[in-house]
Each structure stands twice: as C-alpha cells, then as structure tokens.
C-alpha cells in the first residue's frame, strides 16, 4: 500500500485517497511544433523499474494536485512536492541519489 | 421550497454507539484567499469561533469554521441563519476573488455517538484515527467505504460526519453497520 504525504493539507494519504495522474514533468508541445516533438508529448512515457516523478491528486482530501517522486521496484517514497515545481527539488534528488547513486530518469539524473 | 427537510430526516440507529441524522444544518462553501484578514475576521465574526488551523475545525454548538483546503472553507450555522451569514460574507469581500455558497441542501450531517465511536469510523476511513493522532478539534476529508466525507471530534465520544446528500443513506447504513458490529478494540 502507498501512502503519499500531501504536501497542501499536510496529511498522510492512503493509496485510496488520491487519484493517480500519470508520469510529472512534462513539457507541452502545441501549436508549433513538430509532429515527432508533438507526439513525444502525447504518447511517449517514461516506464522505469526505479526511481519515477509521478501526478497524484488528493482526491477525497484537499483535491489538490501534487508530484511524487517514488521507486516502482521497492514503493519506497522520496519525497512529494507542490505541482507548481518545474523540476524535482534539491533535497528529493539529495535523498535519491543517496540510496540509487547514479538514477537518471528523463532529463534528471 | 415552503417545508426544507434533511435528507434521513433524523433517522436514528440505537445502540451502544448510537448514529444519528442530525437534521437541517447551515453549510456555506467559502473559497478564497483564506490568508486574507477580511475573510478571516468576517468568518470569525459570523460564527463567533477563531479561525481554523490547517486541518483543524472550530465548532461550538451548531456553528464553527472547518478548514478544507488550502483555499476553501466550510463555514456551519444553523439553518435558518445561512442566508443573513451569506450576506454578511458578499458585504465584507466586496471587490475580492472568493466564492461563497448555500451548500446545505446538498449535504447531509450525521452524528456517532458512543464510547467507540472512534473504531466505528476507523473501519470505513484510511485515516490514522488513533487518539494520540486525531483529537477534538482535528478535522480529515477523506472516504468512508466507498463517498466522499468529512469528520470532526464535537467531544471526546461525539463525531460529527458530513457527506453529499445523495449518499447519506449509503453513509447511514454503512456507519450504523459498522457501529453494530462493535468495538474491535484496538485503541
């Protein structure tokens, strides 16, 4: 069972309280931009066995959206953090890289 | 609407932990800058408690300050006095960004009274409900079963539970399920 801590209400969520929202950090590419840039965007993912930055939604608690930054190998939680974070903080990468030396996931390693 | 009803209509389910349908209760949805001290003291001032810490509710008697999120409030009254509160909210953020609404046709209250009233809602809730963790005054949204609640401490062995109306039956059977079943004793 996962439990993410919301970091708007300051609760410990169960797994049931939240919304899954798919993989975090995505850069939108739109009018503009080429069709491979615009169909990375849309359909390409990361699927790692390790460290993953994932959308949560606290659904039946505050409703707020928030990252995660967790390992799908062990469940093992790194950190959350407000959605409005354009890339995983300092002392989540810190905590990551203590126990997985060397974890690079997309453009963040 | 000339005769307003709740929605159990006080439906009561007796036992050692007694669940109760409180009837008709004032509920306005405010959502808003909750750090801004017009709001705050408005809210204060039509329900006569302190403003809420996160995840805290204030109540005395049939009135009180619930904190829901980062930008929303639940502000109780009784019933009758919801749309003299609304008012009083309108005049006082006149020219802010906020939103404040009648929601109590829309809600059902239900009350758990009992010694192990605490075991009765930790059965149904993901929520830490140990009472070294959730004490009077604390305040948690979450589920129970399978809807959306929310659930306050009035008093060491009264729980006050809100959920949409559409549920409140489904909210009913299910708490009064879990009353009759019994304490299972684990705090």
């Known amino acids: 069972m996962l439990t993410l801590h919301c970091p708007y209400c300051g609760v410990d969520a169960d797994e049931t309280d939240l919304h899954a929202g798919g993989q975090a950090h995505l850069k939108r590419f739109g009018p503009g931009s080429s069709d491979e840039e615009f169909e990375d965007y849309l359909f390409m993912r990361e699927n790692p066995k390790g460290v993953h930055f994932e959308r949560w939604r606290h659904v039946y608690g505050c409703g707020k959206w928030f990252l995660a930054a967790r390992c799908t190998n062990t469940l093992e939680v790194f950190g959350t953090y407000p959605a409005q974070t354009l890339e995983p903080p300092k002392d989540i990468r810190d905590k990551i890289a203590g126990t997985r030396p060397g974890w690079s996931w997309g453009i963040f390693k | 609407m000339s005769n307003a009803v709740s929605a159990l209509q006080g439906k009561l389910a ?61 502000v109780l009254v009784p019933y009758a006095e919801v749309a003299e509160a609304i008012a009083l909210i309108d005049k006082a953020l006149k020219g802010t960004h906020y939103l404040a609404e009648n929601v109590s046709d829309a809600r059902a209250l239900i009350l758990v009274e009992g010694t192990y009233g605490r075991e009765v809602i930790a059965k149904l809730a993901p929520a830490d409900l140990h009472p070294d963790s959730f004490k009077p005054g604390d305040f948690r949204r979450t589920r129970l079963g399978q809807v959306a609640a929310a659930f306050w401490m009035r008093d060491e062995d009264t729980f006050e539970v809100i959920c949409f109306r559409s549920v409140a039956e489904y909210t009913f059977n299910l708490l009064a399920a879990s009353a009759k079943a019994g304490a299972v004793g684990h705090f």
């Open chain 2, 14 to 74: 007796p036992g050692e932990v007694t669940i109760r349908e409180a009837g008709l209760r004032g509920m306005i949805v405010l959502r808003g800058d909750l750090t801004d001290k017009k709001l705050r003291a408005v809210c204060s001032g039509v329900t006569g408690v302190d403003y809420p810490g996160q995840g805290q509710a204030n109540c005395v008697g049939e009135k009180g300050l619930c904190w829901m999120s980062p930008d929303e409030l639940l």
